[in-house]
């Protein structure tokens, strides 16, 4: 071995000895409470604090390419640079309604739908509850000018859940897929709800949806206490995946937690499909009530314990134990979990309904959902039909299929004690992070170790209020945007040299 040879392998050795500290530095081993103040970049407060008699919260964030930063809270748009200085508001409250003589007083205008129309430039979609549910195309430099404005109903209302995504369809025309709550209220005709739809981002209105391309519920379900909570979207191969809690299905008492999907390349949405994900504690309990989850890569060691590549994406979730009796309600309580989700195995629960609803007939097919049929075509295999549900352009082989076995994960960390309301990751050199935040606004930093263990080990409190889901993280910056219900924070996702 040369002299050089034996200098370049010391100094890689010292590199790696640095970078081990490093990321030591940053982990504490035992749970420590950070410091907002060693994170903060900037903030913004709630500005609109009048008292009357509404809920003055923020409900969503997004960011443009240019740096600016969007935020959609009742009653009120906002519209900020890189460093969350105001540099524009909008109100967008009903002032047909006065309280006391002061209009924009009585109906909350909560927004649903923050979106920046990645099809056009310059636009932001908004969607709030009043004004029937009307969504608005915004220009993205002057978020006042509305330059047009969508058919009705596409958002829910106050405390109907709505989340949405742009995707693409199969003749390569981006769409929205949204998912709504059903309150009775946001609706044309009760009979025929659309829970889940994809709409024309081009059509004159804006955001209109043909038949063919919403999934109904049943007359049945939007005459009972059926109320879907959606928590998140996300696009992957193909498909639009919702994540959402509800009961099991129409004839059940039991509150599950569900992911479901829609074929993208699809005529329309009759392949709709889904499947339950447990989420199980170390002693067996369940956690029923799924709060947030992440879709995002799996870094290096978490993807080594599982066999995957580094890199591939896996399913981040955060669960609740609801009150009561294990599934018995849908309000959540303080006692929550993580789990994590392989998408090798979701994919196969996925193809296993489609089979079941081809093959085995009615136990595969979804009550609550307006037309979903299954057969008994035994010799039938799902893998060509798991998009569109028909054979030979004539037979349709199903209609909305359920699996019956759940997509089964135990936690990583369990905390009780405390709510979870939203879920990020990061990877830092070999290491997966978790970034959660609480509903006592908190946000909690976990190492992910491997498919079985995590680790918590920092707690920053930012706010008093709860952290809502959206939150992002930017990989290159390791800048983070959080948002409570009174604060936009924009932080470093860490600080080791504290
Ligand atoms: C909206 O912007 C105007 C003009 O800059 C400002 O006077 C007002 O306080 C802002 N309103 C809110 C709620 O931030
Ligand atoms: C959307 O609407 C436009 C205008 O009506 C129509 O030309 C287009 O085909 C529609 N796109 C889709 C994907 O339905
Ligand atoms: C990261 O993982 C790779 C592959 O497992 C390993 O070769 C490398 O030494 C690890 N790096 C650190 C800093 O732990
Ligand atoms: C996961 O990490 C924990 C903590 O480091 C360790 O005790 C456990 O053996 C690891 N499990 C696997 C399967 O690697
Ligand atoms: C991350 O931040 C950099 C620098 O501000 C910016 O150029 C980049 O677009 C950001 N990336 C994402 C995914 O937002």
Redesign the pocket.
Known sequence: MTYDRVMWTSVSGLT?VG??LI?DVCMASAEWQGDLSAYELASFHNPDQEDVPRAQTFNHFTLSDHGDVYVGAVNWLYRFNSRLEQIQNASTCDDSMPYNGMPCRRTNNYNKILVVDSTRPNSLITCGGVFDGICQLRHLRDISIVESESTPNVAGFEDATTVSLIGPKRDSNKMLYVAVTYTGENVISKAQFPAITRRNLTSNPILSVLLHNAVFLSGAASGVDFTIKYVTTFDFTGFTYFIASHKEDLMSAHYVSKISRVCQTGPNLDAYTEITMQCSGSDGSVYSLVQAAHFGPAG??LA?SWGLH?DKQVLYAVFAKNQGAQGTSHIPTDHSAVCVYRMTDILAGFTEAVRGCIQDGEDYKISYLHGSTCSKFRNVQPDNFLCNPVADDTNSLYKYAKGITPVSSTALLEEPGTLMSSIITSTE??HTVAFLGTSRGALLKVHIENNTAARLYERVILDSRPVLTDMTINDTTTEMHVLTEQTLIKMRAENCGQ
Do not use: G, H, K, V
């Open positions: 790696f970078l081990l990321i290096p060691d080594a580094a050199f070999n």
